[in-house]
T-cell receptor
């Protein structure tokens, strides 16, 4: 099965700084790479995703970059705001079968005002 | 279009009792996934269902746990004879189609506490 690791597990930044979270995976068949944001007491919500034929995708202050050769993809948040504070999960999908995502253990992002 | 609805939001059971967790997918979605989340951990896949069919239950414990998604009504995750180790947040997600290219939409979860 897929082995997924996220780093760092905790990230503390000042408001306005940038934050980067990295996700490494093991299954070279993975072709869909989403990032989820989970706020306290809520379910995960998709914030950005990238497919294997694209190297980078941007949506306002967030971006995702993919390095398929090295088997990792990263979440980038610029100009962080206190409302960005949450736990972020990567969940790469391997193609074939039931397409069940394997979630990383999460990164707790704390943005200090 | 209402999102994925889970109820109850919080459920307290004593050891040995049964827990029933419900999930109504988004309108038009026919695929449902159940996950379990322990504190400070990621979501662990349990079971994937389509209407009236279990597609993948590789993450389900072999005993006491069962799931269904009937033709009419919500998907149900059932835990019999609960033990303290079953205490966790259980999340349901739905998608319109199967496959790696389809987004899963999550509910707010049911937090099960076993006393």
């Amino acid at each position: 099965g897929e082995n997924v690791e996220q780093h760092p597990s905790t990230l503390s930044v000042q408001e306005g700084d940038s934050a980067v979270i990295k996700c490494t995976y093991s299954d070279s068949a993975s072709n869909y790479f989403p990032w989820y944001k989970q706020e306290l007491g809520k379910g995960p919500q998709l914030i950005i995703d990238i497919r294997s034929n694209v190297g980078e995708k941007k949506d306002q202050r967030i971006a995702v970059t993919l390095n398929k050769t090295a088997k990792h993809f990263s979440l980038h948040i610029t100009e962080t705001q206190p409302e960005d504070s949450a736990v972020y999960f990567c969940a790469p999908h391997a193609s074939g079968g039931s397409y069940i995502p394997t979630f990383g253990r999460g990164t707790s992002l704390i943005v200090h005002p | 279009n209402a999102g994925v609805m889970q109820n109850p939001r919080h459920l307290v059971r004593r050891r040995g009792q049964e827990a029933r967790l419900r999930c109504s997918p988004m309108k038009g979605h026919s695929h449902v996934y159940w996950y379990r989340q322990l504190p400070e951990e990621g979501l662990k896949f349990m079971v994937y269902l389509q209407k009236e069919n279990i597609i993948d239950e590789s993450g389900m414990p072999k005993e006491r746990f069962s799931a269904e998604f009937p033709k009419e009504g919500p998907s149900i995750l059932r835990i019999q004879q609960v033990v303290r180790g079953d205490s966790a947040a259980y999340f349901c997600a739905s998608s319109p189609l199967a496959g790696a290219k389809n987004i899963q939409y999550f509910g707010a979860g049911t937090r099960l506490s076993v006393l």
